[in-house]
């Protein structure tokens, strides 16, 4: 609108000599340098607004392409919401029907295929766990402090022979012995690396995978005063106390005696969901041996279990995944000399314990999972049966 009537301004307008018509000759001269170019004036604003225009609707083309880019994200966005969203609703009925199965099969439950991330397998173990102990914790605080005292029963000398005529004494022999010299030797070669430390007790372990299940070899060290080397093996090699210091255990049965110092366990181990039961089934010896590193030290004492077979009771048969194992308690006194000649009570007295094991859970669970477990648990349990010894033994006479 604006851009016509510019154009046709008339011609009077373009040099200025209509002033002569309207005013004198004196104020034409005067004032007719100051007339206005109204028609370069018109052209500079007409050039000036196209460009603006020019420019805003340049503008409204690049907002409405935004515009479009957008709409189209957003339909995209849309679309997607309610893919995932029709994805959840099929996931939470899939795993609605998976729940039920998982509880009532143990292979979905522990295995390479089951449905927890090894984050949630240890959560539920660790739950387990958990109870685990303040169920004994409740029974602690049950049982009466009044117990009868009962005089340990000891020394396997006798009995030694009767075990030598059993047909597992070449493997007993051999592999208590090779236990022995296993845990003597130090931790500074190997592989050892220590994972757990708590005063005198130290933790190490090395880590292996024997097909894809966990097998690390664990070791630990450890000084408890108040208590001898044959009290240390006595109460861990016992039936007779077992089930109140192992608290993994469900039931622990003798199934043969082959001497004082020589037992066949079957053990049930509490099962901790969502792994499968686990039952173990293994011979147990003690034995005394001489220091012969140290003739004037005292003797060494041993307690070695290691899995074996039974025809009458086959692995693997039934719920119960089998646990092998070889473990081994060894356990010196060393003895402050009290002073004047004084009686040697327990304040002198010190133990040095070597506990070692190498555990095949039998079957798979995540290998984080069961390190982490191995961590938390292994300190515990030499704590609590180091605990539970001296408990029993500090109203007793002193058992060399």
Request: glycine share 6%; with cysteine.
């Amino acid at each position: 609108m604006l851009m016509r009537p510019i154009s046709g301004l008339p011609p009077c307008c373009e040099s200025g000599n209509c002033l002569n018509c309207i005013v004198g000759s004196d104020i034409a001269m005067q004032h007719g340098a100051h007339a206005i170019d109204f028609k370069g004036e018109a052209m500079t604003f007409k050039a000036t607004t196209a460009g603006v225009l020019a420019t805003l609707q340049h503008c409204l083309e690049l907002l409405g392409q935004r515009e479009d880019t957008w709409r189209r994200r957003l339909e995209r966005e849309v679309d997607r919401r309610r893919k995932v969203e029709e994805m959840y609703r099929t996931a939470r009925q899939e795993a609605a029907t998976h729940r039920l199965a998982m509880h009532g099969s143990p292979d979905y439950e522990e295995g390479p295929h089951s449905a927890l991330n090894d984050e949630e397998f240890y959560d539920a173990v660790e739950t387990g766990l958990d109870r685990m102990d303040e169920e004994l914790e409740l029974h602690d605080r049950l049982k009466t402090k009044q117990q009868q005292q009962q005089q340990i029963v000891a020394g396997p000398g006798k009995a030694l022979s009767k075990a030598c005529q059993h047909r597992l004494w070449p493997e007993i022999d051999r592999i208590s012995m090779e236990q022995l010299r296993y845990a003597r030797l130090g931790v500074g070669e190997g592989g050892w690396q220590l994972f757990a430390e708590d005063g005198e007790m130290k933790m190490y372990k090395r880590e292996e995978e024997v097909n894809g299940m966990v097998v690390d070899p664990l070791k630990a060290c450890h000084m408890v005063r108040g208590v001898t080397g044959h009290e240390m093996c006595h109460y861990f090699f016992s039936p007779d106390v077992r089930m109140d210091w192992e608290t993994t255990v469900e039931q622990m049965t003798v199934i043969e005696t082959i001497a004082e110092d020589t037992l066949v366990f079957l053990q049930v181990h509490k099962r901790i969901w969502p792994a499968s039961q686990r039952d173990s089934l293994f011979w147990s010896h003690m034995r005394q041996v001489p220091d012969h590193n140290d003739r004037d030290g005292h003797d060494i004492w041993i307690v070695c279990n290691h899995s074996t077979e039974n025809p009458d009771f086959p692995s693997n048969n039934g719920k119960f995944v089998r646990v092998t194992l070889t473990v081994c308690l060894v356990c010196q006194t060393f003895i402050d000399p009290p002073k004047d000649g004084a009686q040697i009570v327990r304040d002198n007295i010190t133990c040095k314990i070597t506990y070692c094991s190498v555990v095949n859970p039998g079957g798979w669970a995540p290998a984080s999972v069961l390190r982490a477990v191995y961590k938390r648990e292994y300190p515990k349990f030499l704590k609590r049966f180091t605990a539970y010894v001296i408990d029993q033994c500090k109203e007793k006479p002193i058992m060399f």
